[in-house]
Structures are given as structure tokens and as C-alpha cells.
């Protein structure tokens, strides 16, 4: 198991028992003159319409990106049908300006026409959020940390931008280092980022030797000896590196050890693999809210998915959703399916065919993760290479520019079932990338649900969310030889916040969330307060002045602590966040 998701998932817990006990803000009389009539009732919104999000990038017959299309130029079918597109835009990364459109084109009818903002490109460079995150649980490997380490290195001394900033996350929870654009501390960073990734590998069997496909389809095929081979090759290297060839029934010992062999292994890597998509997961949803152009560069050796589709295409949509392209950097750099001297010195005669296969099976299979996770999102996969960097660049380069295509479900029942997307464009000659299709949830997200997750990706962003201004200041005292008292005091700017209009009233629920942390990021204490608004013209003006303050106590013992204070609104589920180091005494 993974130590570091373990401690953050405690403090998600934690948060998720604190939101339920719906602890209630006092207002002031003013904003509580229509009293509900059951106490106990909630504020409810409709959800909106299932959205699917496709990221298109088109490229001409040498390479380059094409930046005049229209959404005239576009269609979008789901399983053979046809799709009005609802929304249209095109996004911009790179510091070259984009060729000057051919000319304005009507909107089709029933489909939108592109705003003169989006018909007028900006001719500078737009700053980014680069997100580096490094695959250190599924194929933690020391020496290809050093060659990522460099290219990130060069990256951050030669391309970033004056208004970039940039993130450094372990896939394992080891590190975590806040978006920053200050180039000198990030790179201090990048070294004690090395330090703090994990280098222990995961078990692997070396008798036989499998690969992790092999394992997973041993585990799951246990009486499948001779249709593809892996139970064979696997019994036959067992035969010889434990010498069972003369022993009485040996065969049925080596397919016994075989199959414990592959269970453990697929065991172990089937927990890594779930755990470091998760944190993925986790962690595109904590940029959601954050206003800007964001990417992740995602570092790693590959894994394979074939019993995870969905835990991956949930990874996708969550990407997707917070308008998040992932881009995968192959830490492999180049290698070769041939079986290396010590899995030679284990095979029978005429098998090394038979290992080769299952070798460059297992690579094709982590070659398809990285590949769906960048294609699926409008981003790049580079691999095969020993130069990382030019990776780096090339990412940065291919990405200038990219279209953002929405469209409505057509059915939104949670059935699990996988739907096909095209995307066609009437211009000749042009080659565009796009998500295959998408597999529909299995079960229906709630209102209730949502708000909860919602609080925790702000909680655990790497940087403070931005939609609604937020601060707050502290004091204390002593209570006895151990123990302080600390005073926070919250305060929210409403005007970002929009309330729903309802027989002459205001209306809305606003969530407060403040949480104490140690200095290793445990969690210490924490409260919510919920207020639900219902306003007269009168208080609502005042409350726009006014803005919501709101006092907070915890005791706690002397020390470093990190306080963050989320708030969320709930009827656009607009977000802001603040996060301050506090030291006591």
C-alpha cells in the first residue's frame, strides 16, 4: 500500500463527516425573515444537463496547427448520430500569434456563431498552469528520475513564461509543491522534489518472470494453460529455475507456483494502479476551479488498464470537465521487447519467441494508457526518446492551439454502457485528434455528493481558488501550559456570487469550511457552517456592502499549523479558497 493517498484520504473523511453535520452560520435577523418551514429543509438546484466535452486538435499536412476554423467546419456524431454542438471556442498556449482567419463565416443554422473574442485571436503569449506530476507508484525507477528532473529543469530555465506558474505533485503523496512562477524556487524545488520521490519498486516475481499483463491475465484466466501462452511460458521458466523437471509432477508444482506468483504480483500492481489513477483523478478536480490555461504534464513508465476502463475514463472526464489537457511523458525512453540475459538464462528452447510477444504485449498495453490519457484530452503523448526535454517542448509547441467541443448527452441514464464519438471537419487535407468515445457513469452523481467533492478538491488544490474572494486573520491566547486558543475571522465578498430570484427574494446556500493542518499535512481540526440565505431587496443590498464575516475557534496545542477556509456557493457552485501558514506561540 501507499502511504501518502492514505493520510489524504483521512482528511477527506474527515471533511466528509464535518459536512454532515450541517452546522449552521448565525445570521442576523435580516436575512432570515421568511423562516423555512422544516428546519431541517435544504436548499435544492437543478444539476445541469450531462455536458460531454471533446478537445480537438487540427493539424495541416506538415504538422502544423490550424487556427481559422470555425465551428461551421466542425460535426460531431455520438454512435453514428449526429450532435448539435453547443459550445465552440478555441484555446490558445503558445507564444506564436495564430494565422489570420480566412474570413468570417455565418453560423450554420442551429449551431452557435464564435464570439469576436473568439474570432480575434490575442497575438501575445497567455500565461499557463503546468502541472508536473510524476508517476512514482506504479514503476518508481531512480535513474529515469534523473533524466525527468533535467528536463524539467531546462524547461523551467529556457521556456517559462513570465506569467507561468508551475506545480511539482508525486504521484505516491510524497510532495507536493504549490503553482508558483518564481523560477528560482522552483527550481530549489525540482531538487528537493528528487529527493522526496519514491524509489521503492513493486514486487516483482523472478521466478518466473512476468510482466505485469501476463500477471493480470494468469490472475484471471487461472485455467487458460496453452490459448495465449502465459500460463505456458510462465510453468516452463518455473520448471527450469526451480528444477522441476525430473521432480514427480512437477508440472502441476510449477503451474501451482505460477499462478501464486502471478496473483501476488497482479495483487500488488492492481492497488498501485488504482491508487495513482485516483490521485490523478483527485488531483485535475482540485485545479477545476482554478481561471487560466491549465495543463499536466504526466511523467511515467506506463501501466496497463484493460480491468480499469472506467476508473480511467472517470480520470479523463474529470480532466476534461475542469478544462484540463494531459499530456504523458514516457520515463521508458527507449526500449525493446527483446527478453533480457537473466529472463534468456530461464527459458526453455524455442520459447524466446513466445517471451518477445508477451513483452511487447505488455508495453503496447502501457503505450495505450499514456496515449488515451493525452489523446482523450487534446494532449500529447512523447515517447521513444532519450531527450525528455524535447518533449517538453514539443508539448509546448504542438499545444498552441486546440478546440474545446461541447455537446449535450443524448442519454443520461448511469448504465455503464461505452458511446462512440467522430468529430468530422469539411476542410480537406487537415488531420484532427479527438477522444474516441466515453463510457457512461454507473451511477448518478448528487447534488449532496457533489458539493462534498467539490470541498475537498478545493481543500486539497495545490494553490488558492480564485472565484470568490476570500480572506481572513487570526489571533490567540493562552489557555494553559499546552493548549491556545485561536481566533479566525473569515470574511467573503458576495458580489461574485449570484442568488436566485424567487417571489420578490434572494436565495442561496452558502458552505464555509475551515480546516487546521500540521506541518506534514495531517489533519488536526476543523468546522462548516452553512448558511442559507433568503433575502429581502433591502438585506441583499446590505449583504453586497457588507460581504460575510464569520468567527472560527480551535484550540490547539503550540506549533506550525496550515489553516485553509473554502467557501462554496450553491447555485453555480462557484468556489474560493485561502490558505495561510499560522505560527503558535
Given at each position: 500500500m501507499i502511504a501518502g493517498?492514505?493520510?489524504?484520504?483521512?482528511?477527506?473523511?474527515?471533511?466528509?463527516?464535518?459536512?454532515?453535520?450541517?452546522?449552521?452560520?448565525?445570521?442576523?435577523?435580516?436575512?432570515?425573515?421568511?423562516?423555512?418551514?422544516?428546519?431541517?429543509?435544504?436548499?435544492?438546484?437543478?444539476?445541469?444537463?450531462d455536458v460531454i466535452v471533446v478537445n480537438a486538435s487540427v493539424v495541416d499536412k506538415k504538422g502544423n496547427p490550424v487556427t481559422d476554423l470555425t465551428v461551421n467546419d466542425f460535426r460531431?456524431?455520438?454512435?453514428?448520430?449526429?450532435?448539435?454542438?453547443?459550445?465552440?471556442?478555441?484555446?490558445?498556449?503558445?507564444?506564436?500569434?495564430?494565422?489570420?482567419?480566412?474570413?468570417?463565416?455565418?453560423?450554420?443554422e442551429g449551431k452557435p456563431a464564435l464570439s469576436e473574442q473568439q474570432a480575434e485571436k490575442a497575438d501575445y503569449t497567455q500565461s499557463r498552469y503546468i502541472s508536473i506530476v510524476?508517476?512514482?507508484?506504479?514503476?518508481?525507477?531512480?535513474?529515469?528520475?534523473?533524466?525527468?528532473?533535467?528536463?524539467?529543469?531546462?524547461?523551467?530555465?529556457?521556456?517559462?513564461?513570465?506569467?507561468?506558474?508551475?506545480?511539482?505533485?508525486?504521484g505516491s503523496g510524497h510532495a507536493q509543491y504549490p503553482f508558483t512562477g518564481d523560477k528560482e524556487l522552483l527550481l530549489t524545488q525540482v531538487g528537493a522534489f528528487a529527493r522526496m520521490l519514491s524509489v521503492i519498486r513493486p514486487p516483482r516475481s523472478t521466478?518466473?518472470?512476468?510482466?505485469?499483463?501476463?500477471?493480470?491475465?494468469?490472475?484471471?484466466?487461472?485455467?487458460?494453460?496453452?490459448?495465449?501462452?502465459?500460463?505456458?511460458?510462465?510453468?516452463?521458466?518455473?520448471m527450469n529455475c526451480l528444477s522441476l523437471r525430473d521432480v514427480p509432477q512437477g508440472d502441476r508444482l510449477a503451474v501451482n507456483h505460477s499462478l501464486a506468483m502471478a496473483r501476488a504480483q497482479w495483487s500488488e500492481t492492481d492497488v498501485r494502479i488504482r491508487t495513482l489513477i485516483?490521485?490523478?483523478?483527485?488531483?485535475?478536480?482540485?485545479?477545476?476551479?482554478?481561471?487560466?490555461r491549465k495543463s499536466v504534464v504526466f511523467f511515467s513508465n506506463g501501466f496497463v488498464f484493460q480491468a480499469l476502463v472506467y476508473d480511467l475514463q472517470a480520470l479523463v472526464d474529470a480532466a476534461l470537465r475542469s478544462g484540463i489537457v494531459l499530456n504523458t511523458v514516457d520515463l521508458?525512453?527507449?526500449y525493446t521487447a527483446a527478453p533480457q540475459a537473466t529472463q534468456r538464462e530461464t527459458l526453455p528452447p524455442g520459447m524466446a519467441g513466445l517471451r518477445r510477444t508477451l513483452n511487447e504485449e505488455d508495453m503496447s498495453s502501457k503505450d495505450g494508457t499514456l496515449n488515451k490519457l493525452a489523446?482523450?484530452?487534446?494532449?500529447?503523448?512523447?515517447?521513444?526518446?532519450?531527450?525528455?526535454?524535447?518533449?517538453?517542448?514539443?508539448?509546448?509547441?504542438?499545444?498552441?492551439?486546440?478546440?474545446?467541443?461541447?455537446?449535450s448527452a443524448p442519454s443520461s441514464k448511469p448504465d455503464g454502457r461505452y458511446h462512440k464519438i467522430k468529430v468530422e471537419i469539411s476542410r480537406p487535407g487537415l488531420e484532427v485528434s479527438y477522444r474516441d468515445g466515453y463510457y457512461a457513469p454507473k451511477e448518478e452523481l448528487t447534488s449532496e455528493r457533489r458539493r462534498k467533492e467539490d470541498i475537498q478538491d478545493a481543500l486539497r488544490a495545490p494553490g488558492d481558488v480564485n472565484e470568490i474572494p476570500i480572506e481572513f486573520s487570526y489571533n490567540y491566547y493562552q489557555l494553559d501550559d499546552t493548549r491556545y486558543q485561536i481566533a479566525l475571522v473569515t470574511r467573503i465578498d458576495v458580489r461574485a456570487i449570484r442568488f436566485q430570484e424567487e417571489e420578490s427574494r434572494r436565495r442561496n446556500q452558502i458552505v464555509l469550511v475551515v480546516v487546521a493542518y500540521d506541518e506534514a499535512d495531517n489533519y488536526v481540526d476543523g468546522l462548516v457552517k452553512t448558511v442559507d440565505f433568503n433575502l429581502t431587496p433591502a438585506s441583499y443590498s446590505e449583504l453586497l456592502k457588507q460581504g460575510i464575516a464569520s468567527k472560527v475557534s480551535f484550540q490547539l496545542a503550540a506549533g506550525r499549523y496550515k489553516i485553509k477556509a473554502v467557501v462554496r456557493e450553491g447555485m453555480q457552485s462557484k468556489m474560493g479558497s485561502v490558505n495561510r501558514t499560522v505560527a503558535i506561540p
Open positions: 493517498p492514505r493520510v489524504r484520504l483521512l482528511g477527506a473523511a474527515v471533511i466528509g463527516l464535518l459536512l454532515s453535520l450541517g452546522v449552521v452560520l448565525p445570521l442576523e435577523q435580516s436575512a432570515r425573515q421568511k423562516p423555512s418551514k422544516n428546519n431541517n429543509e435544504q436548499l435544492t438546484y437543478k444539476l445541469p444537463v460531431i456524431f455520438e454512435d453514428g448520430k449526429e450532435q448539435p454542438i453547443q459550445t465552440f471556442s478555441l484555446e490558445s498556449y503558445g507564444a506564436r500569434s495564430p494565422s489570420p482567419p480566412a474570413g468570417p463565416k455565418p453560423a450554420a510524476v508517476d512514482d507508484v506504479t514503476s518508481p525507477a531512480e535513474d529515469h528520475y534523473v533524466s525527468m528532473i533535467e528536463a524539467v529543469t531546462k524547461f523551467i530555465q529556457r521556456d517559462m513564461g513570465p506569467g507561468d506558474k508551475v506545480a511539482l505533485t508525486a521466478c518466473p518472470v512476468l510482466t505485469d499483463l501476463q500477471a493480470q491475465r494468469i490472475s484471471e484466466h487461472p485455467d487458460d494453460l496453452d490459448t495465449r501462452g502465459d500460463l505456458r511460458l510462465a510453468m516452463e521458466e518455473t485516483q490521485t490523478l483523478r483527485q488531483h485535475v478536480r482540485n485545479l477545476r476551479h482554478f481561471e487560466g521508458r525512453e527507449l489523446r482523450d484530452t487534446g494532449g500529447v503523448y512523447f515517447h521513444n526518446s532519450n531527450d525528455l526535454y524535447e518533449g517538453l517542448t514539443e508539448i509546448s509547441a504542438r499545444q498552441s492551439y486546440y478546440y474545446i467541443l461541447t455537446y
